[in-house]
């Protein structure tokens, strides 16, 4: 089965750090993604990747960086934390080529700026 | 771009009960349509999805949804729900030559006993 991993279920950061969270996929997926998830709106793309080095932003990039050095392995910076990004955070991944892949998801991290 | 829409944040049902989740979407061109389900502190999971070929889809959990092209919707349906699928239901799409998803704001769906 596809695994895909983040490094925190839960996270409680203070405004103005810089914050990491981290996601890993064993599939060998090209494409990965970090979304996230507030009430009453659905799941919304900050970043994808669609090969190591390569980014895209998405729909909400402000405030956000990624890096991805290795395939497996697709990290979401918050370079200085502010309470506006207190918020579920998704990494998903699936494989590259295809509109109609299934997108496999992390379980999630829940991240909160005091 | 495309938007998916879906109608209702919020569908209480009792156990046993049919149940039908609204998506709509809009798009110029070809699309194609997943459902997800999202149960309580976990990642969202692939129900079901629409590519092509037949209009009546069927998903894990005895869920199916139908492709309605002229009504530029697809609804998720379940003729007898139990308590354990009480979760978050999230309709989302793609446009043809896009990787990335577009997802609906999601629908609660409680079922009670």
């Known amino acids: 089965d596809v695994k895909v991993t983040q490094s925190s279920r839960y996270l409680v950061k203070r405004t103005g750090e810089k914050v990491f969270l981290e996601c890993v996929q064993d599939?060998?997926?090209?494409?990965m993604f970090w979304y996230r998830q507030d009430p009453g709106l659905g799941l919304r793309l900050i970043y994808f990747s669609y090969d190591v080095k390569m980014k895209e932003k998405g729909d909400i990039p402000e405030g956000y960086s990624v890096s991805r050095e290795k395939k497996e392995r697709f990290s979401l910076i918050l370079e200085s934390a502010s309470t506006n990004q207190t918020s579920m955070y998704l990494c998903?991944?699936?494989?590259?080529?295809?509109?109609?892949?299934?997108?496999?998801f992390g379980p999630g991290t829940r991240l909160t700026v005091l | 771009a495309q938007s998916v829409t879906q109608l209702d944040s919020q569908v209480p049902v009792f156990e046993e009960a049919p149940v039908e989740l609204r998506c709509n979407y809009s798009?110029?061109?070809?699309?194609?349509l997943f459902w997800y389900v999202q149960y309580p502190n976990q990642g969202l999971q692939l129900l079901l999805k629409?590519?092509?070929?037949?209009?009546l889809v069927k998903g894990i959990n005895g869920f199916e949804a139908e492709f309605n092209k002229s009504q530029t919707s697809f609804h998720l349906r379940k003729p007898s729900v139990h308590i354990s699928d009480t979760a978050e239901y999230f309709c989302?799409?793609?446009?043809?030559?896009?990787?990335?998803?577009?997802f609906g704001k999601g629908t609660k769906l409680t079922v009670n006993p």
């Open positions: 599939m060998d997926h090209e494409n």
């Open positions: 998903a991944s699936t494989h590259g080529g295809g509109t109609y892949n299934e997108q496999f």
């Open positions: 629409y590519l092509s070929g037949s209009t």
């Open positions: 798009s110029s061109v070809s699309v194609y």
């Open positions: 989302a799409g793609t446009q043809g030559g896009s990787e990335k998803l577009v």
